[in-house]
């Protein structure tokens, strides 16, 4: 199999030097183009679908100072190997070019061998740079696009949205709750075409039932009591740009209908409109729970699924990214210390390896609920295992069963709520409500959290805490 040509732009005033160069390089089995001055260097670097293996540019250009066209143009240096030749013997002007990133430099009249030479070894510098460049990018980036993490599974989960971010096609992200995903949804967007319109999210949990469907896909005036005015929504909102639906598994499945014929159409129709309308959004999707088992107990949509899960992203627990809790802990302690006004030390590492043992059920998040509250309670400069709470900073215990709703009925004061406690159930409703806000106080005020305890959808319980508030 013979070897890919390497190409090589030779930018010289002197037609016939700039024939002999081409000719000893070409005599080699380089690809060679050959221009007379900067513009149209810039024209056939531009041309070119990569960048050019190597430049041999001469310092006296008709329209350029060849040191003053390089230092425009830094970028070049680091793309392809530049080779600069002078007829002066100038070393002065030879080593301010290789300041400015040139590989080497000829001095005219150049002998072939050494043209050969010295073009030889400039090419293969440059593929072990590009090469060491790959290899950084892959297994040595402690953070991108938000996320902080040098871990071999974060090194795949950066590449996969690398890989995907030009795509069109849907991308279904999964993981559990706190290990971003509307990050890796952010990070898709910022890093594709889309860049430049709009991301827009919306948390399909957190929003009543009978209110998802206008958020999503807008209303007119009137269509419904409380439609004031018409209503843009978010599917609208984000033309041209990406469409992010958070915990799409909380969506109701009539609703699901319409979302499919969205996705298969690109056509938007607002609530009380008879007139669909064409949008272009990348839509991308995430939830917490398994959507294979939701599909399965016929809670989502089959058709859905697959028209969604076209690219699978699974981000990682916290727990199964080895080494990468202390640097996460250690940018939290930077920032939440500049926004307290406060100078803190590093980590130490006893700290960081009693952090690095938690089992982080609440992934980043509870990492992040952890160092701010350090931050806050401590004055500083150092923050010891003294200030981080016991239990969050050893592997957590086995948990016990969640108590049975006879536990509720039995003491209710030992798990409801303060208003709860000295108020007894008087009604299978108030049974219920004692039940939901006893689990949502044990689950930190975090709803999601409180309905996975409980085995119903987050949308379940707000939509509950709606009807208890209008009661």
Not at 257 to 265: A, D, E, N
Not at 266 to 274: N, R
Request: glycine share 8%; charged share 25%.
């Amino acid at each position: 199999m013979s070897r890919p040509a390497t190409h090589i732009l030779v930018i010289e005033d002197s037609p016939s030097l700039a024939q002999t160069y081409a000719g000893i390089l070409e005599g080699a089995g380089h690809s060679v183009v050959v221009v007379e001055n900067g513009a149209e260097a810039d024209s056939a670097i531009a041309s070119m679908p990569k960048p050019f293996d190597a430049i041999l540019l001469d310092l006296q250009l008709p329209d350029y100072d060849g040191l003053d066209w390089l230092e425009q143009r830094p970028q070049l240096a680091q793309e392809s190997a530049v080779v600069v030749v002078t007829a002066d013997g100038s070393i002065n002007r030879a080593i301010s070019a290789m300041r400015l990133g040139a590989y080497d430099f000829l001095v005219k009249p150049i002998a072939p061998p050494r043209l050969l030479t010295t073009a030889r070894n400039a090419l293969e510098r440059q593929k072990l740079y590009e090469k060491a460049e790959v290899i950084s990018r892959i297994v040595g980036r402690e953070s991108f696009q938000g996320f902080i993490g040098k871990s071999t599974p974060m090194q795949a989960v950066y590449s996969a949205i690398e890989n995907v971010a030009t795509s069109k096609a849907t991308v279904f992200i999964t993981g559990e709750s706190g290990t971003g995903k509307e990050v890796a949804a952010e990070a898709i967007h910022q890093t594709g075409p889309r860049a430049r319109k709009r991301f827009v999210a919306i948390n399909c949990g957190a929003i009543p039932e009978n209110l998802l469907e206008s958020e999503l896909f807008g209303h007119v005036k009137g269509s419904f009591t409380g439609a004031i005015a018409d209503r843009k929504g978010a599917a609208r909102e984000a033309d041209g740009g990406t469409l992010f639906l958070d915990e799409i598994c909380e969506m109701d499945l009539s609703l699901q209908v319409k979302l499919l014929r969205f996705l298969q159409s690109g056509m938007v129709q607002p609530v009380g409109s008879s007139r669909p309308e064409p949008v272009n959004v990348r839509v991308i999707c995430a939830t917490n729970r398994d959507p294979s088992r939701e599909v399965a107990e016929g809670r989502f949509r089959e058709d859905l699924f697959y028209r969604l899960a076209v690219i699978p992203l699974e981000l990682p627990p916290l727990r199964d990214r080895p080494g990468d809790v202390s640097l996460i802990a250690q940018s939290f302690l930077e920032r939440f210390g500049e926004e307290e006004a406060k100078h803190f030390e590093p980590l130490s590492a006893q700290v960081s390896a009693a952090l690095e043992q938690r089992q982080w059920p609440g992934n980043v998040r509870e990492l992040q609920n952890l160092i701010r509250r350090a931050v806050v309670m401590s004055a500083g400069p150092v923050i010891g295992l003294d200030d981080l709470p016991l239990e969050r900073t050893h592997p957590a215990p086995a948990r016990a069963a969640d108590p049975a709703p006879a536990a509720f009925m039995a003491d209710p004061a030992a798990t409801a709520s303060p208003d709860f406690a000295q108020s007894g159930p008087t009604t299978l409703a108030d049974i219920e409500r004692l039940a939901v806000e006893a689990a949502i106080h044990r689950a930190g005020g975090s709803i999601p959290k409180a309905a996975g305890e409980l085995g119903v959808s987050a949308s379940t319980i707000y939509r509950m805490k709606s009807r208890w508030q209008s009661a």
